[in-house]
C-alpha cells in the first residue's frame, strides 16, 4: 500500500494546508456540530454492530448513516441518533460485522453469467431429480433449443440410476421429457457428457458411429449408444451445437447476453460483491453494459478492461474510454494484455524449467514486441495496462516491459499505475520491482488454495516456498496487494479468497505456504480499498468513510475476529450499493 499511502498523504496535506489558511477566520462560523447535516436526515442507517471501515481515519464504529448514493457518517450509535429521522430507514446490526462492499479485483463477469444460464446439477441426488430438473428447463426453453447442464455425478445419487450400463443412467427418460429440445450435460469431473435422444440426431450419433480417438461411446449389449459420452466422444455434439448458435438473431444473442449479465449481478451481490473489475473485454459487451445500466438494471459497479486483442484497438481506446457512467456503474480506462499461460497446463513461462517437466519452461503466448506496443497505445491514450504473468520469467519480462515503456514516457498520466494479473509466481529479484514501479499485483487468494495441492509438484518444494503466492513479501516490500476470483474459473465468493489469504489451508489439511500469509486486516484491504487502488478508484471507494460511495456490506459473523476454521462459514446477510439494498439473505 506504500504508494497510494504516498498519495493519500498527498491529498491531506494539500487539504490541510488550504483548510488552515482560511481556518482563522472561518473557524467561529463552524465551531458548532455540522448542523446542516443532522437537518436532513439519512435515508439509511446501520447501527448496534461492529463497523470496520478500512479507514485509518476511524478505523472501528458502531453506526454509518447514508443519504443518496453516499456515506453520510461513520460512528457511535449515540451520535448517529443526529442523522435518524422519521422516514429513515434504520437496520439493526444485532452485533454483526458491517464492511466496505467487496471489489472482485479480476473475474470474468459474462463467463459468470454465461456459466448461470447452464444447468446446474450439482446439487441432484438422484436420476430423477436430474430428470425434474430439465423438465423444469424444457417447459422454459424456446422451440428447439439447446438445453445445456454440468455437474451431474451417477455416485453421488441414491438410489443408483436403475436402468444403467457400467454404473450410469441411460437416456430414455431424459428424451421422453425432452423430446424435441436437445439436451447436453456434462459431469462433475468433467470428463463426461450425457446427451437425449435428440442430441444424438443432430449430431448424427448412431449405432454405427465409431468411438473416437481418446474417447468412448458407452453403448448398451445390442451396441446401441446409452447417452453417455467419455471424454473427446463429447466432442462429437461441438459442431450441432456451435451450428445452433449461428442460427440465433442477434436479438436472441443480445437477450440471451443480458440474461446473463443479470444472473452474474444477482450471484455477485448474494457473495457481498459491490463492484467487478472485468478483466477483458471487447466492445459489444461494453455496449450490452451501458444498455444495462441505461435500462436502470445493472447496479453492480463494472470496471471493465478492454482486451488487447480488440481489432483496431488504436481507435477502440479513445473511443470507449469512460470514467463513472451512469451513476459510477462503468469506467473503462484500462487494457487487458497476456504474457504466457497456466501453470497447470505447463503454460506458465518460468525462468527454470517445469519439476515435473524438465524439458519444459512454459511458454510466452504473447511476443513481447506486441504486449510493448499495446502499453505504448495505453499511455498515449492514458490507459492503464494489466497483463496477465503467472511464470516468474513471465513476470520478470512484463516488468521489464513496464520499466521501458516509463522510460520512454515519463510524462505519462495518471494511468501508469499498471497492474500484473495473477502475479502467482515471482523471482525474489523481481518483488521490490513491482513497488519501485508502482505496480499493483492482482492477485488471487483462492488459487493457492485451489492450484495449492499440485503446485509443488510443478516447481518442486523450494522453489514453490521461495516463489509461489508471495502475499507477505509483497506487502512488506510496500506493493499494493489485490485479492480477487478470476470467477468463473473459481466461485466468485469472496470469503473463499479472503481465507486464501489469510489461512491458506487446502483440502489436503496443508498450508501451502504459511509465510506469506496476511493479517486478516490486510486480508480484507485486499478485497476492498487495495482493490479499489488498482481501479484508480480509492478516493470513492474500498473504505466505508464520508463523502465516498454507499458500498456495504454485513456479514453473518467477524471475519476479523473469528477462529480460522469458522471463516468458510461466513454468510453475507445484506448487500447495499449506492445506499439501496441489492440483496438480503432469506432466512435460514
Ligand atoms: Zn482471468
Known sequence: ??????????????????????ATLVMPTFACRPAEDAREPADLV????????????????????????????????????????????VI?????????????????????GQSRLQLDLMATASYEDLIGLVTEAVAGAGPGEWIVGRGWHQSKWNPAPDPAVRGFQTHDALSEVS?????????????????????????GVTAATPDPDGGEIIRDAAGVPTGIFVETAALLFSEAYAASRENMTSADRQAENMR?????????????????????????TLELYRK???????KLRVWAMVGAGVPNLAEVLPAVRVVGYGGNRLTVRAIKAYSDGALGSRGAWLLDPYEDDPGNSGHNTVPLEDIAAVIRLALQH??????????????QAVLDLYTAAFAEMPDAGEGVRFRIEHSQILSPYDVPRFADLGVVAAMQGIHAISDGPWTPDRLGETRTLERAYQFR??????????????????????????????????NNGEVLNPDQLMTRMEGLEAYTINAAYGAHEEFSKGSITPGKLADVVILSQDILEIPDEEILDTRVDLTIVGGEIVYTRASD
Not at 180 to 187: E, F, G, S, T
Not at 269 to 278: E, I, L
Not at 292 to 298: E, P
Open 1 to 22: 500500500m506504500s504508494l497510494h499511502r504516498h498519495s493519500f498523504l498527498g491529498i491531506r496535506l494539500t487539504s490541510f494546508l488550504s483548510l488552515a489558511a482560511t
Open 46 to 89: 446501520l447501527r448496534g454492530g461492529r463497523v470496520v471501515t478500512v479507514d485509518p481515519a476511524l478505523p472501528d464504529a458502531e453506526a454509518v448513516a447514508m443519504r443518496g448514493d453516499r456515506i453520510l457518517f461513520v460512528g457511535s450509535d449515540a451520535e448517529v441518533g443526529a442523522f435518524t429521522g422519521p422516514r429513515t430507514d
Open 92 to 112: 439493526d446490526l444485532a452485533g454483526r460485522l458491517a464492511i466496505p462492499g467487496f471489489i472482485e479485483g479480476h473475474g470474468h463477469l459474462m463467463g459468470l
Open 179 to 203: 423430446p424435441d429440445n436437445p439436451v447436453l450435460l456434462r459431469h462433475a469431473s468433467g470428463h463426461a457428457s450425457f446427451a437425449n435422444a435428440r442430441a444424438m440426431e443432430l449430431a
Open 260 to 284: 446473463a449479465l443479470l444472473l452474474a449481478q444477482e450471484e455477485a451481490f448474494s457473495k457481498g460483491v459491490t463492484s467487478f473489475q472485468d478483466a477483458g473485454v471487447g466492445v459489444e
Open 292 to 298: 444495462a445500466i441505461d435500462d436502470g438494471d445493472l
Open 382 to 395: 492514458d490507459y492503464q495496462v494489466g497483463t496477465h504473468a503467472i511464470g516468474d520469467r513471465a513476470n
Open 473 to 506: 513479501d509483497l506487502i512488506d516490500a510496500g506493493v499494493t496487494v489485490m485479492n480477487g476470483t478470476d470467477t468463473p474459473v473459481e466461485d466468485v465468493n469472496p470469503i473463499p479468497s479472503f481465507y486464501g489469504t489469510v489461512v491458506g489451508r487446502m
